[in-house]
């Protein structure tokens, strides 16, 4: 069954710190789609990054990078030299490719508050 | 950019009331959601629509129905609303690029329904 796991509830740091988003997923498929939304006070969430299964390259888009491992299935998230405008709920979500629409499973979300 | 827009971002109803919300994106994507999000929960799929007229049950279907008569707009419906169904309700659509595309999902920015 596919399930995906943000163990931390809530984070908080200070502006400037880097921080991690953890992120374990299950899916008894090959073939599949990971994706991190980001949902500031506001209530609408952003899309992020998409990831197919079969590409384990690393991705960095300014302060953020994705690290993402097959062999423990993890896609963490990490924000480099944190800011208050990065406060926001944070969900990680997968997609498996088999199913016959584009069922998207989200994890229970991850509330960082990064503190002045 | 693709807009995604909801009728009211907050509404009080009352029990046993028929509640409709309203959702209409403007980039001509194949695909509407329905979620609702509640804490620890992450997002839950009601349901899902591909084409105009077509619907698909989610995850929690059970008090609700649908309603795609164009493209451009998805409606949910709670036929008779209970107190269990206080929630924030999210719409989303995408792109559908072949049979499997497992494109991003573009969000409204929600609809917080209180049902008293």
């Known amino acids: 069954a596919q399930k995906v796991t943000q163990a931390q509830t809530e984070i908080s740091v200070v502006e400037k710190e880097d921080v991690t988003l953890d992120c374990v997923y299950e899916?008894?498929?090959?073939?599949?789609?990971l994706f991190w939304y980001k949902q500031p006070p506001s209530g609408e969430l952003v899309f992020l990054i998409r990831?197919?299964?079969?590409?384990?390259q690393n991705e960095i888009s300014g302060r953020y990078s994705w690290n993402f491992q097959k062999s423990t299935s993890s896609f963490n998230f990490t924000i480099t030299a944190s800011q208050v405008v990065d406060s926001a709920v944070y969900f990680c979500a997968l997609s498996e490719l088999k199913t016959s629409y584009d069922k998207v499973i989200f994890g229970p979300g991850t509330s960082l508050s990064v503190i002045p | 950019d693709v807009k995604v827009t909801q009728s009211s971002r907050y509404l009080v109803k009352r029990t046993g009331e028929k509640v409709f919300l309203e959702c209409v994106q403007d980039m001509d994507h194949e695909n509407m959601f329905w979620y609702r999000q509640d804490p620890g929960l992450g997002l839950r799929l009601i349901y899902f629509?591909?084409?105009?007229?077509?619907?698909e049950k989610g995850d929690i279907p059970e008090g609700y129905s649908v309603s795609r008569e164009k493209k451009e707009r998805f409606s949910l419906i709670l036929e008779s609303a209970s107190t269990n169904q206080t929630s924030m309700y999210l719409c989303?659509?995408?792109?559908?690029?072949?049979?499997?595309?497992?494109?991003?999902?573009?969000f409204g920015d929600g609809t917080r329904l209180s049902i008293l």
């Open positions: 990831r197919n299964s079969f590409d384990e």
């Open positions: 899916t008894r498929d090959t073939t599949y789609y």
């Open positions: 989303a659509s995408s792109f559908l690029e072949g049979r499997y595309s497992n494109q991003p999902q573009h």
């Open positions: 629509s591909y084409d105009v007229k077509m619907k």
